[in-house]
């Protein structure tokens, strides 16, 4: 499905009903407002790991602006103001009064963007395997060190470089590297790298937008300047043993979100696929969140 927010169209999915029989009445179920990783990728990072809350929730999943099967609009809209501003636009076309949000690595970054930007918007925001941001921390090279050794150092430091420095001659093969060296070690289960395989081959691909956003925006812009504007609860998830998102970083990031209504929640054994890693305490976490989130709505 589509949607046009004017200057722009947004692909959309949903997954569960929102509405289910149950007597003589009926109830409304809530809805979780799911954004995906990145940047270049699209709603097939997050739809996989996130579907078993379909059982207990509305997921609704949808591709930014420049993503997958969304309008590529223009290199100038590609940024993380306006990824949060679409996601405000989108809620609001929908029908989405006080959405609950659930951000999932660079996902994370817009979420938190918008709850800055926006504060008297989101019901509330669930921050995912994710530093809202701070990518380029040098515990990140540390990190993947210590769960793949010196080669996955190596190659982290050099991707770091790429993206702080702009294009490489190597860039493709860089990107080869990644992909055969750390990015088996996003996860601790099982069957992670068929599984991974698959879910990439189904992916669309805009390297255009990660090219662009690497090298033109990303360091243009952090989420972190605009913490204190945050009102809104804070749910954050974090793999104690993430490569890509160290939990002494996010442990920073919640630390300087409002401590009245932020939640940090540590999972022992996972990494960066925390959905996937403990399911045993990423879902119940989030039904919890949602159903309070709702219950205040509700009271209010």
């Known amino acids: 499905m589509r949607i046009s927010l004017g200057d722009v169209s947004l692909w959309f999915d949903v997954s569960g009903p929102s509405v289910l029989p149950q007597g003589d009445t009926t109830v409304e179920r809530p809805v979780l407002v799911a954004v995906h990783g990145g940047p270049g990728l699209d709603h097939m990072t997050v739809k996989p790991a996130l579907e078993p809350l379909a059982a207990d929730l509305q997921i609704l999943y949808f591709d930014l602006r420049g993503h997958g099967r969304s309008d590529r609009s223009s290199a100038e809209s590609w940024n993380m103001r306006t990824w949060a501003d679409d996601l405000r636009r989108l809620c ?53 060190g210590r769960v793949g050794g010196p080669e996955a150092a190596a190659v982290i430091e050099r991707v770091r470089t790429y993206r702080r420095d702009g294009a490489a001659a190597d860039a493709e093969d860089l990107q080869a590297e990644f992909i055969r060296v750390c990015y088996p070690l996003y996860s601790v289960t099982p069957g992670w790298a068929e599984e991974s395989r698959r879910f990439q081959a189904r992916m669309i691909r805009n390297p255009d937008v990660a090219a662009h956003y690497d090298t033109h925006e990303v360091l243009s812009f952090d989420p972190w300047s605009l913490l204190g504007a945050v009102r809104c609860p804070v749910l ?65």
């Open 92 to 144: 609001d076309a929908l029908g989405l009064g006080k959405p609950v949000v659930l951000g999932s690595s660079f996902g994370g970054d817009v979420a938190l963007t918008y709850a800055a930007l926006f504060p008297d918007h989101p019901g509330g925001i669930i921050l995912a395997n994710t530093t809202g941001g701070h990518w380029d921390d040098p515990r990140g090279i540390e990190a993947f």
């Open 236 to 300: 954050v998830l974090a793999g104690e043993d993430d490569p890509v998102c160290p939990l002494p970083v996010v442990e920073e990031l919640a630390g300087q979100l409002p401590a009245d209504t932020t939640r940090l929640v540590r999972l022992p054994g996972a990494r960066h696929t925390i959905f996937r890693d403990r399911p045993d305490l990423t879902f119940p976490a989030v039904k919890t969140f949602v159903a309070q989130i709702g219950e205040s709505h509700h009271a209010s």
